[in-house]
C-alpha cells in the first residue's frame, strides 16, 4: 500500500537556528539591475536576468532570497508499483510508440511511480534531482488523459493543462518533450512566457490548445489582460518547485493555483522543503509522494574534484581540461568574464557558446541549441541564466569561479551526471585558497578528490579524455582581475555593439555593467 504520509522531518540542530537538513539542490539567483555606482573592474555587481517573469515576481512579492540558508526537508517514502515497460502502464498505443522512438522504452524509477498514481487521479509530489525524468513523468499522463477524453473542440483561450516552469529556458526544454508526446495523439502545446512579444502567445490560445507550459510573471499579464482563462483546466503540473519558491514564485503560483480550482496537482521538485509544503497543504490534500531511492545526498555516478594550482598555471590547466571531445559547462561569475572567455576559446578552436543576462532570448534559444546539438563542446555560463542548461550528455562542470552558496554549488553540479549517466564536477582553485572549497562542499555535504596538479599532470587527461581537434593557444582570457590582463574596454565595446540599435532609428546607445 502506498504510503501518503507528508509531513516535516525532525530538525537537527547543529546550534544554529534555522539549519536543518543538508539535503537541497538550490541556485541563488542574482537580482535586478541596481544604479551604476563605481567602474572598478574588480567590483562584484549583481548579475542582471532580464527576465520579465523574475522581475515581476520580486515586484509582487516583495520577496528578496534567502542566501545560504537551509530549510527543513519533508519526509517521502518510496511508494507504487513497479513497471518494467510503459505498455504495462495501459498507455495509448501511439504514445507508447513515441516514447520508444524518444529513447524512453523503458520507465525510471520516477516515471514507473508516479504514472500510475496521476493516472488513477491522484495528487502527485515527486521528488528527483534534475535528469530523474520528471518530466516524461508528468507529460505522459497529461497526454494520456486527453487522449482517452477523445477529440474535444479546443475553446479559445481556456487550456485544458497547464505546466508551470519557473524560467523560460526550462519551459522551452518541455516543451520540447511534451509537444513531441502531445502531437502523436493529436494534440497540441504552446509555451507562454515574458522576454518576448506576447501576441504570437495570445494567437495560440485564441486558435485553441491542449497544454500550456507558462512561467508564472507572463502568464499573470495574460489573466490579468483576459487573454487566458484558466477555469477550464482539468489538470495543472508545477515543476522544479523548488526553485519556484527559491525565485520568489509562491505568491504568483498560489494565485494561479487558486483561479485553477480543483484541478489534479502534480508537483515535482528537486527537493522537498518547507516553503514547498506551503503549496502541498493548501492545494493537494493526501498527496501521493514519492522520492526517489538513492537521490538523498545526490547520484553516485557524480564525481566531485577540487583541481588546486599555482594561479599563473590555471590558463594551461584549464585549456587542457576544455580539449577534450565531451561536453563541458564552464560557471563564471560574470558576464564580462563569459565573454571574454568565450571569445577566447573560440579563437582558439574550440567551439564555444555562452549564457548570461546580458543575451536576449534569441540568443539564449541559440546558443543553447548550439550546445545541445554539438556543434559547441563547451557552453561558458553565469548563474543567472543555468537554470536553462538541461542537457544529458554533460561529461563535466568545470567551477572556474566558485559560488558563495552551497545552493548554487549544488545547482551547478547537477547540470552533469543526469539520465543515468556519469560525469564530474571540478573545482579550480589556486593555492591558498582550498579553505574556502572545503567550507563550501562541508556545507553542500558533498566529499571531494583533492588533488594538486600542474600543466601536463597526467590526471587532466584522466579527467577530460582524448584531445579533441588540435587548437593552438598562448593564454586564456579570463575577463577578470584576479588571475589575468583583460582588455575590459574593448569587452565591453564589443557587447555594446551587439545591442546597439540601428542608427538609421535614433535610438541612443545603452549602457553595459561589467556584469
Same mark, same amino acid.
Given at each position: 500500500? =502506498? ?8 530538525? #537537527?540542530?547543529?546550534?544554529?537556528? *534555522? ?5 537541497g539542490d538550490y541556485q541563488s539567483t542574482d537580482g ?66 513515441? &516514447?520508444?522512438? @524518444? ?17 488513477? *487521479? ?5 521528488? $528527483?534531482?534534475?535528469?530523474?525524468? #520528471? ?20 475553446? =479559445? ?60 510573471? %507572463? ?6 489582460? $483576459? ?39 502534480? &508537483? ?7 516553503e514547498v509544503a506551503q503549496l502541498v497543504k493548501k ?37 587542457? &581540461? ?36 546580458? &543575451?536576449?532570448?534569441?540568443? %539564449?534559444?541559440?546558443?543553447?541549441? %548550439? ?51 556519469? *560525469? ?10 582550498s579553505r574556502k572549497a572545503e567550507e563550501l562542499l ?61 542608427? @538609421? $532609428? $535614433? ?9
Amino acid at each position: 500500500m =502506498p504510503n501518503n504520509n507528508y509531513s516535516p522531518a525532525p530538525t #537537527k540542530s547543529n546550534g544554529r537556528k *534555522g539549519y536543518a537538513s543538508k539535503k537541497g539542490d538550490y541556485q541563488s539567483t542574482d537580482g535586478a539591475r541596481k544604479p551604476r555606482h563605481s567602474q572598478r573592474p574588480d567590483r562584484v555587481q549583481r548579475e542582471d536576468s532580464r527576465d520579465k517573469d523574475f522581475s515581476n515576481a520580486r515586484a509582487k512579492t516583495g520577496k528578496t532570497f534567502q542566501g545560504d540558508k537551509k530549510l527543513d526537508r519533508l519526509e517521502a517514502t518510496e511508494v507504487g508499483e513497479s513497471f518494467a515497460t510503459f505498455q504495462e502502464m495501459n498507455l495509448p498505443e501511439r504514445l507508447t510508440q513515441e &516514447l520508444a522512438k @524518444m529513447g524512453a522504452a523503458t520507465p525510471f524509477p520516477i516515471q514507473s511511480a508516479t504514472i500510475p498514481a496521476a493516472m488513477a *487521479g491522484r495528487h502527485v509530489l515527486g521528488r $528527483g534531482k534534475t535528469g530523474s525524468g #520528471k518530466t516524461i513523468a508528468f507529460g505522459v499522463p497529461l497526454v494520456a488523459f486527453l487522449a482517452q477524453a477523445g477529440n474535444q473542440p479546443r475553446v =479559445p483561450l481556456k487550456p485544458r493543462a497547464l505546466v508551470l516552469a519557473p524560467t523560460r529556458e526550462l519551459a522551452q526544454q518541455i516543451d520540447r518533450t511534451l509537444s513531441q508526446l502531445a502531437k502523436s495523439v493529436g494534440f497540441y502545446t504552446t509555451t507562454i512566457y515574458g522576454g518576448v512579444p506576447q501576441h504570437r502567445q495570445v494567437e495560440a490560445l485564441k486558435r485553441g490548445v491542449d497544454i500550456a507550459i507558462a512561467t508564472p510573471g %507572463r502568464l499573470e499579464d495574460l489573466m490579468a489582460q $483576459g487573454k487566458i482563462d484558466l477555469s477550464g483546466l482539468e489538470r495543472v503540473v508545477v515543476d522544479e518547485a523548488d526553485h519556484m519558491c527559491e525565485l520568489g514564485f509562491v505568491e504568483p503560483v498560489n494565485r494561479i493555483l487558486e483561479a485553477a480550482g480543483d484541478s489534479q496537482k502534480l &508537483l515535482f521538485s528537486a527537493t522537498l522543503d518547507s516553503e514547498v509544503a506551503q503549496l502541498v497543504k493548501k492545494f493537494m490534500p493526501s498527496p501521493y509522494v514519492y522520492e526517489v531511492p538513492g537521490e538523498v545526498n545526490e547520484s553516485s555516478d557524480i564525481e566531485h574534484r577540487v583541481l588546486v594550482m599555482d594561479p599563473k598555471d590555471r590558463s594551461a590547466i584549464f585549456h587542457r &581540461l576544455v580539449q577534450g571531445s565531451g561536453k563541458s559547462i564552464v560557471f563564471v561569475r560574470t558576464k564580462l568574464t563569459a565573454e571574454a572567455l568565450s571569445s577566447s576559446l573560440n579563437d582558439a578552436g574550440v567551439p564555444t557558446a555562452r549564457l548570461h543576462g546580458d &543575451l536576449n532570448q534569441a540568443q %539564449r534559444t541559440k546558443n543553447l541549441e %548550439r550546445f545541445i546539438k554539438g556543434s559547441a563542446r563547451v557552453m561558458v555560463a553565469t548563474d543567472v541564466a543555468a537554470r536553462g542548461i538541461h542537457v544529458d550528455d554533460v561529461k563535466l562542470v568545470i567551477q572556474l569561479d566558485l559560488p558563495e552558496e552551497y545552493k548554487t554549488y549544488l545547482h551547478r553540479a547537477g547540470r552533469t551526471g543526469r539520465a543515468g549517466r556519469s *560525469g564530474t564536477v571540478i573545482c579550480m582553485v589556486p593555492s591558498g585558497r582550498s579553505r574556502k572549497a572545503e567550507e563550501l562542499l562541508k556545507r553542500a555535504d558533498r566529499e571531494a578528490i583533492y588533488s594538486n596538479v600542474t600543466p601536463g599532470h597526467e590526471l587532466l587527461e584522466e579527467l577530460a579524455g582524448p584531445i579533441a581537434p588540435p587548437m593552438v593557444m598562448d593564454s586564456i582570457d579570463f575577463g577578470d582581475s584576479r588571475f589575468a590582463t583583460v582588455n575590459k574596454n574593448k569587452v565591453r565595446t564589443d557587447l555594446r555593439a551587439r545591442h546597439t540599435p540601428n542608427k @538609421m $532609428g $535614433g535610438a541612443k546607445d545603452r549602457r553595459y555593467k561589467s556584469r
